[in-house]
């Protein structure tokens, strides 16, 4: 270990004082950051191997950092590793135990990086993991959507603007609109993991280093895609944790879109479906409840995952070049980010299996509003009035209906007559919900048979 990376016990020669405890616990990162041990190790296994190619270690100081390395994964794994708040990190800690088993060997590792790269690159190797890991989930998630919308694809519900009735939808269509930003999610991670996935390492501190590494050949072994080729921004740029955090508020958003409109749908003034029981939470006082609990967790922790992309993106405002320890705040953030947005799309996987849907009442709803109003509209058109003309003329007719209380549906033909005289019979076909939906047979809209298409392309997308 380099003897400036020793706390305070090796710095004696220049500090005149130790570290009080108090300052010690504000410092150190190994309580939350000992989660990068298998990164940590990885990196220090590539370093090593590259270093003993260009002959600064020999064969047998690299066989020893093996050994070694081995027995500490074993001993972390099994929960053996004695973590040291005093070794103030996860590297300092594994650095420390690789030089007590295998003596100088452990002590060469540090040759030509500093803990600067070193950890970069071990945060990034870390969350190119993470962001697999989700992409699956969003997968996951957008199979489970296709599901309910290809069994739900003839059942009408009222579509909504400011959440007043408008017109018909399927509620197919309706779930497929989630498949759309789900994909779109998984798109935009995989972006992201192209520039997280590129070497700080061989940065050192911020300038470089005098040994002869080859930077390209770690960042090979290490799977990553490139090496970052400016050192002072190797080991201060963390827009890769700031760009894998706004993309994961987009996914909470769209998560939280969603839960508040199950939330809507499964109270009594909507009734549109139920959740199943496992998903919700009885009250301690009003016998009657079941709450959609999840669904709400999951609104309020979008503010948590916002709130993470604030955190970082305001620790880098204003850090000048390069490394300054700001950046041990870029951990917490982004492994409760993580933790949140993994959670978050397993349990909602599960729980659209677990949705009842009822079909009447949704149907009800969608008579209710005179969701089939522009179809009229439209029908008019078709005998020849201007469309301004025909949404006044309808207009009239609604104003009858509602002072009937009745549906323009339930209107008889000799009323909707007085309306314009070019209304005939075949006006009860437009203006029933599924003649309505049939009606919308352009792409992307939600007649049943561009919605059955569309369930073919993801499935196809998604296959695999
Ligand atoms: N624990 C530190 C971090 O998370 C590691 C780098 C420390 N470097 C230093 N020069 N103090 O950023």
Redesign the pocket.
Known sequence: MSQLDQKSEAWSALFSEPMSDLVKRYTA?VFF?KRLWQADIAGSLAHAAMLAKQGVISATDLADIRRGMEQIRNEIASGAFEWKLDL??V?LNIEARLTQLVGDAGKRLHTGR???D??ATDVRLWLRGEIDLIADLLVGLQKALVGIAEKNVDVVLPGFTHLQVAQPVSFGHHMLAYVEMFARDHERMLDVRRRVNRLPLGAA?LAGTTYPLDRESVARELGMEGVCQNSLDAVSDRDFAIEFAAAASLVMVHVSRFSEELILWMSQNFGFIRIADRFTTGSSIMPQKKNPDVPELARGKTGRVVGHLMGLITLMKGQPLA?N?D??E??EPLFDTVDTLKDTLRIFAEMIDGITVQPQAMEQAALKGYATATDLADYLVKKGLPFRDAHETVAHAVKAALSHNCDLSELPLAVLQQFHPAIGKDVYDALSLRGSLNARNTLGGTAPAQVRAQIARHKQRLAG
Do not use: I, L, T, W
Request: cysteine-free; hydrophobic content about 10%; glycine content about 0%.
């Open positions: 990162s950051d103030e990190d590297h500093s803990r600067n070193q950890v501190a490394y320890k950046n041990q870029d951990k």
